[in-house]
């Protein structure tokens, strides 16, 4: 049950106003001053809301809000006031309270604002406990997470960072393998010694070679002078492969060799060179499958297998989104003085989102809303369309035990679909896409 303190020196609307909240199931106390309501503020029984009228003889509504704001900085605070004045609504907002609302107003729409302000006091809450959290975990941007499958990817790389072992990351894009990667490599004893990151699936197989391996002069057209590789380059440190899968079976043999002898062969070269690196390799790419369709080498696959991480999507760990949209904020500059917030139903409509981008896409989205909205508190409308379009889950329960036609398949999905959004045949064509038309038609069938 919500707690709201309302303070006024007019008892009629006191009197008015505990009945109106008291109906809608709050729990109501009164102050008839800012005085006597500071007292009751000063108590260990804070509310969750303040209602505080301006123009009262003893105290004002704005110094009673300053000396709330030192009890508790997030406390919602509504004022309201007979005698409107413009500088006087900015004062109010500048010193930290939601909303400013002018007498006489509608029971319906102080309950709407006291609704969506006890909604932000929440979310400030949340928003100081996570910083706090964010600023003792000792992981680099957004390596943090409550998820048990997370924790996990974490606790291998801990392990992994103490070996010289080969390293295989795994996950979709946007989950943060390079990241990954990076915390390994800080938290190893090669942390100063070089780091050197490669996107295999950027280069021609040519280049690629050339590129890790180096070339002599006169190696091939435009060799105008010899040129150290990047495992080379890496001596000492770590060199990360990102990108693996996308490497041709040819240049897949000579990477096996690197890690089976530890030695480099530059292009155009017969002296093989010794090198001392630890190897990260990372994809996107289901690599067992891509073995066993015969586009990945078996045995390539489990020398860089050696120490596997998974990455679980950011669909499988929703739990941790309100810590990833406080790390990003964190990151694009956000102050104590200006905080961007989630209410409970954005935060809802983001959770339930599949997320096929991930962490990179989380980042664009939240990055959108804070510049591009430039909004402190984003509720349910803010969101791209996207974000609030039902997100059915993949079609699995309802799925026939027998060998099933297609007809009965389409069937089962169709009413599978309609379950998920109540019934909305304009939702569920959507999701279909199909015309609702078409979608009329095959109901009744």
Not at 160 to 171: H, N, R
Not at 183 to 198: L, M, N, T
Not at 302 to 319: D, F, G
């Amino acid at each position: 049950m919500n707690k709201v303190l309302i303070i006024d020196d007019e008892q009629s609307l006191l009197t008015t106003l505990e009945m109106l909240f008291t109906s809608k199931g709050y729990s109501v106390q009164t102050a008839g001053g800012g005085k006597q309501g500071l007292e009751i503020l000063t108590s260990d029984n804070l509310p969750d809301l303040l209602i505080s009228d301006i123009k009262m003889p003893d105290l004002d509504g704005i110094e009673v809000l300053r000396e709330v704001k030192k009890i508790d900085p997030y406390l919602p605070v509504v004022l309201i006031t007979a005698h409107a004045d413009k500088q006087e609504a900015i004062a109010a907002c500048n010193e930290g309270a939601y909303y400013f609302l002018e007498k006489p107003f509608g029971n319906k729409e102080l309950l709407k604002i006291c609704s969506e302000a006890l909604e932000n006091g929440r979310a400030g809450r949340r928003y100081s406990e996570r910083r706090r959290e964010l600023s003792s975990a000792q992981l680099p941007e957004f390596l943090i997470g409550e998820a048990p499958e997370f924790k996990k990817v974490l606790q291998v790389a801990g392990k992994a960072a103490k070996t010289d072992s080969t390293i295989l990351i795994q996950g979709e894009s946007g989950t943060g393998k390079e990241l990954v990667a990076r915390y390994i490599y800080r938290e190893s004893a090669r942390r100063d010694r070089p780091f050197v990151p490669v996107n295999c699936g950027a280069l021609t197989e040519t280049l690629l070679e050339s590129e890790l391996f180096g070339h002599v002069k006169g190696s091939f057209t435009g060799a105008i002078s010899s040129k150290d590789g990047l495992f080379k380059v890496a001596s000492g440190g770590t060199i990360f492969l990102d990108e693996v899968g996308e490497t041709s079976l040819s240049f897949q043999v000579k990477l096996l060799r690197v890690l089976q002898e530890k030695t480099i062969t530059p292009v155009g070269s017969t002296e093989p060179v010794t090198v001392d690196v630890q190897v990260i390799a990372a994809t996107n790419r289901d690599l067992e499958a891509e073995v066993e369709a015969e586009r990945f080498r078996r045995d390539l696959f489990y020398r860089l297998n050696v120490i596997p991480i998974k990455l679980p999507p950011l669909r499988e760990r929703v739990e941790d989104i309100p810590l990833l949209i406080d790390s990003i904020l964190e990151r694009k500059g956000e102050t104590a003085t200006h905080k961007t917030r989630f209410t409970e139903t954005a935060l809802k409509k983001l959770e339930s989102y599949r997320w096929p981008g991930n962490i990179r896409e989380l980042e664009n989205i939240i990055e959108h809303l804070a510049v591009i909205s430039a909004k402190d508190i984003i509720n349910e409308e803010d969101l791209p369309e996207k974000v609030c379009r039902p997100q059915p889950e993949s079609f699995v329960s309802d799925k026939p035990k027998d060998t099933p036609t297609l007809e009965a398949v389409e069937r089962a999905y169709i009413h599978w679909v309609m379950e998920q959004v109540n019934g909305s045949k304009k939702e569920a064509s959507k999701i279909l896409g199909i015309d609702p038309s078409t979608l009329y038609r095959k109901l009744s069938q």
